[in-house]
Each structure stands twice: as structure tokens, then as C-alpha cells.
């Protein structure tokens, strides 16, 4: 069957490259972290990516130590602001491509320090997959939970020596990303505040993923917005319901979580590189999640 756009899987990713896209993806794919997309995005719905400017921003690739490992990461912040508060940008499977520098640039236009760091770098290369079910079987499902923590905590730590105010943290995060906002808001006691978008909820305990945002949801340091859409196949609205009563029965911060569902949104209806975009949704997404951050003390 012949495909003119990429095919969607049950978690509303996409499962593989569609036919035409291979001779355009160095048109689209980068050699430098935060530049094109992932080789399983393409091809890319151009007419809506949104390109924010970044004049008065210091952009680009940065490297982050983590022990003796160099984490790469994007890093985007106002030009010559001493003590922004921090804000870190999870990425979604496919790593920190265009659109997730450019929420980051997004964020550095309000006055934040954000860093999207390369979380899967030990693992592979998430960019070059043109199928979703070996970048997820060859590297997503090889990145332990332990060490995507290790890693945030030296982006913030890193974020900290470069001037900005890491007392002031925020996390927020995409799909996988999602659920990593979740999780490092149980993490981190400094996290005062997450957004988690369309981000996983439940799943089964394994060695690398020993808990889910359900098992920590009382554990929370921060509260966390959860937006989500009611129509993501991936995310059942009843594993919301379920992390809604764990929510209530958790600290301070997680009583005071909320949840946003647009119920006629996708998954991944913030990509606005994607078929999934849904522009009303990402549109008040995004000013309840700079609202969020602001109400909770970060900026």
C-alpha cells in the first residue's frame, strides 16, 4: 500500500518512514543537535513549523558533563540575563530535533534558561531511525530511568555554574518526554513546578522502568499540569482517572496537580511539525503551561 503520510502506532507515534521521504531527509535531518528532524518524522507537515526568533538569545549545542560522559544538549537563554530561572525540555523519542529546540527558543523568548538535553545518546542515534519499532527496541527501551535522572540533575547542576537561578526549576516534556516530567518531578526536591504533555501514565514495572508517574504520583516535589488529548489511543482516559485519585491521595504538591483534556485532540497535538498538530489545543496548551510555571514559582 502506498502511503502519503506516516502511519500512526497505538501510542500515536509514528511506526515508520513513509515511502519519498528518504530523498528528503537531508533536507531535513541535521548534523548538529537541535537542527532538522528525525529520520521517523518525515516527511514534516512544513507549512505549520513554527520558527521562533532568536535574535537576543544565545542558542545552540552545548556539552554537559555527567561523570566523565559528555552530554550533549540544546540550550537556549536570553543574551546577557544573569539568574533566569531553569527550565528543562524533554524531548520525545526521537531526540532533540527542530521543533523541540524550538521550545526551548520559546522558552528563552520569556526570559528562561532552558536546556533539552540528548537523552538517548548512550544508547543510539534516535534521529537516524526510519522505523519506530527498532527505535524503540534498539534504543528507547535500552535508556534506564536511573540514568535519564543522573542526567537532568547535571543539566540543572550545569544550568546552575552558567549563571542561571536553578532555584527556580521547571521541567516539561513530550510523549516519552511526558512521562519523564512526571517522574523527575518525584525525583528532584528543587523541581518547583512540571508540565507533562501527553506523557504515559501506567505501565508494567521492569529493571530499567521501575515505577511509572501512577506508582509516584505521592511523591511529587512540584505540582504538575497534565495536558492531554481525549482522543490519544495511546493514553486511555481511565489511566488519567487513575493517576487523578493517586493525585489526591499524594504529598501537598501532587493535591495540587490538575489535568487539561482537549477532548478532541491526538496525541502529540503540540507537534506542530506533525499531521497530529492541533493548533487550538497547542496554542492554550502553551499559555496555561507558562502560566503554570509562573504560578508556581518559576520565573
Not at 513554527?50 to 535574535?55: L, P, V
Not at 540533575?153 to 510523549?175: E, H, I, M, P
Not at 521492569?206 to 516535589?221: F, Q, R, T
Amino acid at each position: 500500500m502506498v502511503r502519503d503520510q506516516p502511519q500512526l502506532d497505538s501510542s500515536g507515534e509514528i511506526d515508520s518512514l513513509a515511502p519519498g521521504a528518504a530523498m528528503n531527509r537531508r533536507g531535513f535531518v541535521g548534523g548538529a543537535i537541535g537542527t532538522g528532524f528525525a529520520a521517523a518524522v518525515l516527511p514534516v507537515t512544513a507549512q505549520t513549523v513554527i520558527k521562533t526568533d532568536t535574535a537576543g538569545l544565545v542558542t545552540g549545542e552545548v556539552t554537559i558533563p555527567v561523570g566523565d560522559f559528555k552530554m550533549p544538549a540544546y540550550r537556549a537563554a536570553p543574551a546577557g540575563k544573569a539568574n533566569a530561572p531553569v527550565v528543562l525540555v524533554v524531548s520525545e523519542i526521537f531526540g532533540v530535533h527542530e521543533h523541540i529546540a524550538d521550545v526551548a527558543n520559546r522558552f528563552a523568548r520569556l526570559g528562561y534558561f532552558a536546556i533539552a538535553p540528548e537523552l538517548f545518546v548512550r544508547q543510539g542515534d534516535a534521529g537516524s531511525y526510519g522505523e519506530i519499532a527498532k527505535l524503540l527496541s534498539e534504543v528507547i527501551a535500552k535508556v534506564p530511568d536511573a540514568q535519564v535522572m543522573a542526567d537532568l540533575d547535571a543539566a540543572v547542576a550545569w544550568a546552575r555554574g552558567q549563571g542561571a537561578d536553578a532555584s527556580r526549576l521547571g521541567v516539561t516534556g513530550f510523549c516519552w518526554g511526558g512521562r519523564i516530567t512526571w517522574l523527575y518531578s518525584a525525583h528532584n526536591p528543587a523541581v518547583k513546578a512540571g508540565v507533562a504533555w501527553y506523557g504515559r501514565l501506567v505501565g508494567a514495572a521492569s529493571e530499567l522502568n521501575p515505577a511509572h508517574p501512577v506508582d509516584l504520583a505521592g511523591k511529587l516535589n512540584g505540582p504538575v499540569l497534565g495536558l492531554y488529548g481525549g482522543q490519544d489511543t495511546g493514553i486511555p482516559l481511565d489511566t488519567v482517572e487513575k493517576m487523578k485519585s493517586a493525585l489526591a491521595a499524594g504529598s501537598a504538591a501532587a493535591r495540587r496537580s490538575e489535568f487539561m483534556v482537549y477532548p478532541d485532540a491526538p496525541h502529540a497535538f503540540h507537534a506542530d511539525y506533525r499531521p497530529s498538530y492541533r493548533k487550538d489545543a497547542a496554542e492554550d496548551g502553551w499559555k496555561r503551561c507558562v502560566s503554570w510555571f509562573k504560578a508556581h514559582g518559576v520565573g
